[in-house]
């Protein structure tokens, strides 16, 4: 399985991003996409994720900030960034969580590469 992410760059405060994730690859089912974030120094976190089902989970600073969405049937998600602050610059990361075979009953996590977010203020 590979996630390729993109959309990040430098942005001034106030402004907005759009992440995209696109998995590809042996994949059986998804349970659940999502993003991370890691900024300098700190822990990686957990921004956004949205279930198979369409059941989204924020963290509370992105809270009617960001928006996550999916199109399963391509096997995307996205990661509508609005009213972006400088404490939010990162690396993002997109992670997976499914079912590479239909024979293999474990769910296992996939990272992408991570992609750049700068904003300035």
């Known amino acids: 399985v590979q996630l390729q992410a993109s959309g990040g760059g430098l942005v001034q405060a106030g402004g907005s991003l759009r992440l995209s994730c696109a998995a590809s690859?042996?994949?059986?089912?998804?349970?659940?996409m999502g993003w991370y974030r890691q900024a300098l120094g700190m822990q990686r976190e957990l921004v956004a994720a949205?279930?198979?089902?369409?059941?989204?989970n924020y963290a509370d600073s992105v809270v009617g900030r960001f928006t996550i969405s999916r199109v399963y049937a391509n096997k995307t998600v996205y990661l509508q960034m609005n009213s972006l602050k400088p404490e939010d610059t990162a690396v993002y990361y997109c992670?997976?969580?499914?079912?590479?075979?239909?024979?293999?009953?474990?769910?296992?996590?996939?990272w992408g590469q991570g992609t750049q977010v700068t904003v300035s203020s």
């Open positions: 949205i279930t198979s089902g369409g059941r989204t």
């Open positions: 992670k997976l969580e499914g079912r590479s075979t239909g024979w293999d009953p474990i769910v296992r996590g996939y």
């Open positions: 690859g042996s994949i059986f089912s998804i349970n659940t």
